[in-house]
C-alpha cells in the first residue's frame, strides 16, 4: 500500500466517515477518488497511469490493485479476500453530508441513467448548487427490463436514517417515475414528495363535486395554479394531495407537482433542482469522469466505481456545505483545492503527466455547472417559502 503523504492523509478522512471500510480498502478507495480528480476520468488505464509515477510504482501495479477494488471476492488474487459491499456505505455517505450541511432543509432528486445498451444507474443525489451529489445508487443491466419499484423503496429505506427527524427533505421526480406507492412511501418516511405528473389526468379541487382535466388548470402559458384536493381517478390511482401547476412563458408544458405541503407553504418553482441531477450526470459521463468510455460488462464492478467517485463529491470543497460560495461560483466538488504534489499538474487533454511543472494551485474545473443550470423556472431564486434559505445559497453559488 501507499505512504504518499496526501494519500494517507484522505485515506484517514475516508475512515473517519467510512468507519466500517478496512484500512486496505480506504486506501484503495483513496487513490480511485485522487486519482481521478488528477486524471480527470475514471478509466482505469489513465488513473494508474498518473498515479504509478507519483507514488513510485510500476504501473501494471497500481492498475491491479485499482482494478481488484472493483472486483467481487472470487475473482479476486489470494485467500481470505472479500469484496466491498457498496450498499453499506450509502448511510455513512449521506451522514457524511448531512454533518457538513448548514441549516436543516435538504434537497434530494431521484432518477435513471442509462450508458448504451450496457447499465441503467438509479441514483438518489443531493442536489446542490448547480450539481448533485449520489449518495444512493443501483446499477442493472440495461437489458434486463422489470418494474424499478423494489429498488427505489430500497433505496429510500436504506437512507432516510441517515437525515434527522426534524428536517424538512424535498424528494424530486421526473414524470417518468410518478407512482402512488411513491408518494406514499416518501410520506412514510416523514419526507416531501415533489414528483411531477403528465396532463393527460385529472383533478378534483376541494369542495368540488367533480374532477376537471389539468390542462383546464394552467390552459396557456404565464397561468399557475394551487390548491388541495383529489389527483386521478379510480379506488388504485386516486390520491388526496396538494397540485401546483405552473406554465412558464416559451416552455411547451406545465409543470403539475404533486406534494403533501399546503400549497401556501410550498411552490412549484422548486422542482426547478431537480434539473441539477442532469448536471451530476452529464459530470459523470462526457463533462468530467468519462465514465461512458469504460469497458465493464458486470453491474456490480459499475457500482463500486462509482463509489471511488463519491467520497471526494463531499469533502474536496473549499468551503462548509451549505455555506455561500466565497470562491469561484462555478467551483466544482470534484476539483482538489491544491496541488497533491509539487511537479503535478493535470494534462489539459484528460491525463496527468509527471514531470510539468505547476505553479500556484489547481484551478477548479467548472465542468457542467454553467451560470443558471437547472433553473428553467425564472421565479427559483426569488420566490418565498419553506425552502428559501437553501433556495438562495444555490442560486447565489451558481449565478453569475
Known amino acids: 500500500m501507499s505512504c504518499h503523504p496526501r494519500v494517507t492523509e484522505w485515506t484517514d478522512t475516508i475512515q473517519t466517515h467510512l468507519p466500517h471500510l478496512s484500512k486496505p480498502q480506504a486506501t484503495v478507495l483513496a487513490l480511485w477518488s485522487l486519482g481521478m480528480v488528477l486524471a480527470r476520468s475514471c478509466a482505469l488505464t489513465a488513473v494508474s497511469a498518473f498515479l504509478a509515477p507519483w507514488l513510485g510504482r510500476k504501473e501494471n501495479t497500481v ?13 479476486k488474487r489470494g485467500t481470505d479476500r472479500c469484496a466491498l459491499p457498496v450498499e453499506t456505505c450509502f448511510v455513512p455517505l449521506l451522514a457524511w453530508v448531512v454533518s457538513l450541511w448548514q441549516g436543516t432543509q435538504l434537497a434530494l432528486a431521484l432518477d435513471a441513467t442509462t450508458l448504451g445498451t450496457r447499465f441503467t444507474v438509479l441514483v438518489l443525489s443531493v442536489v446542490y448548487r448547480g450539481c448533485a451529489i449520489p449518495v444512493v445508487w443501483v446499477v442493472l443491466s440495461a437489458t434486463a427490463k422489470h418494474a424499478w419499484r423494489r429498488e427505489w423503496l430500497r433505496m429510500l429505506r436504506q437512507v432516510h436514517r441517515a437525515v434527522p427527524r426534524s428536517w424538512t427533505v424535498l424528494v424530486l421526480a421526473d ?4 407512482a402512488r406507492w411513491l408518494f406514499r412511501r416518501i410520506t412514510r418516511l416523514g419526507w416531501h414528495p415533489f414528483l411531477r405528473i403528465n396532463t393527460g389526468g385529472t383533478f378534483r379541487p376541494k369542495g368540488q363535486v367533480r374532477g376537471v382535466s389539468l390542462k383546464t388548470l394552467v390552459p396557456e402559458p404565464g397561468t399557475t395554479w394551487q390548491g388541495t384536493g383529489m389527483a386521478f381517478k379510480g379506488r388504485h390511482r386516486q390520491l388526496h394531495c396538494t397540485l401546483l401547476a405552473r406554465w412558464e412563458a416559451g416552455y411547451k408544458d406545465p409543470w403539475l407537482i404533486l406534494t403533501d ?50 467520497p471526494l463529491q463531499h469533502h474536496a ?10 470562491a469561484d461560483p462555478a467551483w466544482h466538488t470534484a476539483a482538489a483545492p491544491e496541488r497533491l504534489s509539487p511537479g503535478l499538474e493535470p494534462h489539459p487533454g484528460g491525463l496527468a503527466r509527471p514531470g510539468a511543472t505547476a505553479h500556484g494551485p489547481l484551478r477548479p474545473r467548472t465542468l457542467a455547472c454553467r451560470p443558471g443550470a437547472g433553473r428553467a423556472c425564472p421565479a427559483l431564486a426569488s420566490s418565498g417559502g419553506a425552502f428559501g434559505r437553501l433556495r438562495s445559497q444555490e442560486a447565489g453559488a451558481v449565478g453569475a
Open 63 to 75: 492498475r491491479q490493485q485499482l482494478r481488484e477494488f472493483c472486483y467481487e471476492a472470487a475473482a
Open 317 to 326: 470543497r473549499p468551503h462548509r456545505v451549505g455555506a455561500r460560495a466565497t
Open 261 to 310: 405541503l399546503p400549497p401556501e407553504a410550498s411552490t412549484a418553482c422548486w422542482y426547478g433542482l431537480r434539473a441539477w441531477i442532469e448536471q451530476g450526470f452529464k459530470i459523470t459521463k462526457r463533462g468530467g469522469w468519462q465514465w461512458h468510455r469504460t469497458h465493464m460488462t458486470k453491474p456490480e464492478r459499475a457500482a463500486r466505481l462509482w463509489l471511488g467517485d463519491d
Open 175 to 178: 414524470r417518468g417515475l410518478y
